[in-house]
Structures are given as structure tokens and as C-alpha cells.
């Protein structure tokens, strides 16, 4: 409070666990929930908790018997605070938040009151139209039970209770521009709309009805966000005409030989340029010690350079 007046407010529903929570268990949740929510507005200050719980106001003086209370009770250390108890019949705006009626929902006809009479009379006339539902009609008034769910009430088909629209693509799609475009619906997506329509109407295929006409609408399709990912930019590269390794100790190429077998690897530096007698003697000296001699080379050289390693590294096994 500021002045007399709130500065801020907050709500939180109880989860399906805590809602089995004694009433001394929930008083103090929904005190830690608040204190941790204004925690910027609170820390380092002295703060007074008003509660109508009359037990919460030794909170801190009583034991602690169960985990979950010492838990709560443990983030609430390092505030400056003191609970005051303040009745419930003078707590009249935690009340008028907390405790406010249920809203109930529109009928039916308090519904069809706010409908205009030329929708009321489109409606009617595409039963009249549809073969299906004027023989449904036709069964209702005669007392049948073979009609369930419909029923006919007031001169007027519904099914469950909603009222039936006949097969009239005008009209429906009339219906559902009327749900998405008023300023209640706000162009609202798919679900919110087709939720709102069948509380009121039903015709078969709805959802199809109003998946067609929100991807029509023109408002919607130009203020609907990107759901594609942002392409990367792609810039010029300049690649380096000359390829080389830095000198190290003298050297600056490494030959690698791999073994098929068992993907063992060896890197050997060399000095380039190179002969190849001069790699046919580091060959024979790092890796036909461990292999022994190979079965086949393959080498990313040409056939005459291939032919002198094989040449030289023959030479000097004799």
C-alpha cells in the first residue's frame, strides 16, 4: 500500500497437490508466494503481513512439525516483517478479489436474444433446406426419441443444447466472421474461435469451417508472427590462394598415415619441399615397425611420385 491505495496485485492458483493442503498450510503458501513475488519491494525493509488467519500471527515463535512448513518458512529468512491478524468481515478487498461470485455463463436464450432477427430467420430457413435435418424436425414433432441428441424447443432445432445451422456456406461463414471479427473475439486464432462458436452453435465440419475462414482473413494473415527461422547472412569469404602449416622446429608439412585395420594414425613432420626417398625412410622408420609391411598404399600422389616411394622403400628393406 502507497498512500492508501495498492501499488500492485498477484494471483496464483493452487495447484491440484496443495489444494489438499490444511487451511493453515494454505494461509501460509499464498503469505510465501506473495512476500518472494514483491521480494525487490520488501528485502531490507520492515513490512507488515495483515491476515486473517489467526494462527499465522505466531508463526515464527511456534514449532515447525512438518517438512513442507519448514521449507516455506525457510524462504522466508532474511525479511523484516510482522503478521497482524485482520478479521475477515474487514478484509472486504481481499474478499472482493478472492471471493467473488462465479460468473456464470450465458443460456441459450439470453444468446439468441442478442442475435438479429434476420440471422434468427437464416437460421431457420436452412433447416428447411436440409433434407437431414428437416426430416429430424419432423421426428421431434411427432415425439421420437430416434432423434437423439436434437430436440425441438421454442420452434427451434439444437443439438445438446446448442442451436443447429443447416447446410448453408453463406451463413455459417456469415457466423463465424461474426465470432472472429467482433471486438470480444479480436481475430483471435483457431482455438479460441471455434471454442466460442460451439458453445452457441453446431453443424457438422465446423472446424474446417473456421480453420478455411481465418486463413482468408486478410488482418489476421498480416499481423500473424514469422514462425520460420531467420536465414543466416551469408557474406563472401575470401579463401586463401596459399596453403602452408607455420614453421615448427624446422618443419612445416606433416604426412599422415592412417591404418586401415585399426584407424591407428601417425603424423609425421617433414620439411618441404620433399623427395620421395625421404618419405619412404621416415615411413620405414615410424611405421614398419609397428605394421610390418603393408598389403596395399593408397596415396593422394601422383603414380610416378607413388612409384619411387614404393621403389626406395623396397631398396632399403635389402
Known amino acids: 500500500m502507497q498512500a492508501g491505495r495498492p501499488i500492485a496485485f498477484f494471483s496464483k492458483a493452487l495447484s491440484e497437490k496443495h489444494q489438499k493442503l490444511l487451511v493453515?498450510?494454505?494461509?501460509?503458501?499464498?503469505?510465501?508466494?506473495?512476500?518472494?513475488?514483491?521480494?525487490?519491494?520488501?528485502?531490507?525493509?520492515?513490512?507488515?503481513?495483515?491476515?486473517?488467519?489467526?494462527?499465522?500471527?505466531?508463526?515464527l515463535e511456534q514449532r515447525i512439525f512438518t517438512p513442507a512448513q519448514q521449507k516455506w518458512i525457510s524462504k522466508l529468512a532474511g525479511y523484516d516483517f510482522k503478521i497482524l491478524y485482520k478479521k475477515g468481515n474487514s478484509n472486504m478487498a481481499a474478499d472482493a478479489l478472492s471471493r467473488r461470485n462465479t460468473v456464470q455463463?450465458?443460456?441459450?436464450?439470453?444468446?439468441?436474444?442478442g442475435l438479429s432477427t434476420d440471422i434468427l430467420t437464416?437460421?431457420?430457413?436452412?433447416?428447411?433446406?436440409?433434407?437431414?435435418?428437416?426430416?429430424i424436425i419432423n421426428q421431434l414433432k411427432m415425439g421420437t426419441t430416434l432423434a437423439k441428441p436434437y430436440s425441438w424447443r421454442n420452434n427451434q432445432l439444437?443439438?445438446?443444447?446448442?442451436?443447429?445451422?443447416?447446410?448453408?456456406?453463406?451463413?455459417?461463414?456469415?457466423?463465424?466472421?461474426?465470432?472472429h471479427t467482433e471486438p470480444a473475439g479480436g481475430h483471435s486464432g483457431f482455438q479460441p474461435t471455434l471454442h466460442r462458436l460451439k458453445a452457441m452453435y453446431h453443424?457438422?465440419?465446423?472446424?474446417?469451417?473456421?480453420?478455411?475462414?481465418?486463413?482468408?482473413?486478410?488482418?489476421?494473415?498480416?499481423?500473424?508472427?514469422?514462425?520460420?527461422?531467420?536465414?543466416?547472412?551469408?557474406?563472401?569469404?575470401?579463401?586463401?590462394?596459399?596453403?602452408?602449416?607455420?614453421?615448427?622446429?624446422?618443419?612445416?608439412?606433416?604426412?599422415v598415415v592412417v591404418d586401415h585395420l585399426s584407424k591407428?594414425?601417425?603424423?609425421?613432420?617433414?620439411?618441404?619441399?620433399?623427395?620421395?626417398?625421404?618419405?619412404?625412410?621416415?615411413?620405414?622408420?615410424?611405421?614398419?615397425?609397428?605394421?610390418?609391411?603393408?598389403?596395399?598404399?593408397?596415396?593422394?600422389?601422383?603414380a610416378v611420385?607413388?612409384?619411387?616411394?614404393?621403389?626406395?622403400?623396397?631398396?632399403?628393406l635389402r
Open 264 to 302: 591407428y594414425a601417425h603424423f609425421l613432420a617433414l620439411t618441404h619441399p620433399y623427395t620421395a626417398a625421404l618419405v619412404a625412410q621416415i615411413y620405414l622408420d615410424n611405421v614398419y615397425k609397428l605394421h610390418d609391411m603393408p598389403e596395399k598404399l593408397i596415396c593422394d600422389r601422383d
Open 158 to 179: 439444437h443439438w445438446k443444447g446448442k442451436l443447429v445451422v443447416g447446410n448453408d456456406t453463406e451463413l455459417r461463414t456469415q457466423l463465424v466472421k461474426m465470432i
Open 24 to 59: 493453515y498450510e494454505r494461509e501460509l503458501l499464498s503469505m510465501v508466494a506473495a512476500i518472494q513475488k514483491w521480494r525487490p519491494y520488501l528485502i531490507g525493509n520492515h513490512f507488515k503481513v495483515k491476515k486473517d488467519h489467526q494462527s499465522l500471527r505466531f508463526l
Open 203 to 255: 453443424w457438422k465440419g465446423m472446424g474446417q469451417t473456421v480453420k478455411n475462414i481465418i486463413q482468408e482473413c486478410d488482418i489476421c494473415q498480416r499481423n500473424k508472427y514469422e514462425t520460420q527461422l531467420l536465414q543466416a547472412y551469408c557474406s563472401p569469404y575470401p579463401f586463401q590462394k596459399e596453403f602452408g602449416l607455420p614453421k615448427s622446429h624446422g618443419k612445416n608439412t606433416i604426412l
Open 105 to 113: 455463463t450465458l443460456s441459450l436464450n439470453a444468446i439468441l436474444q
Open 122 to 135: 437464416a437460421i431457420q430457413q436452412s433447416w428447411t433446406r436440409d433434407e437431414q435435418l428437416s426430416a
Open 305 to 316: 611420385f607413388l612409384s619411387l616411394f614404393g621403389w626406395n622403400y623396397s631398396s632399403s
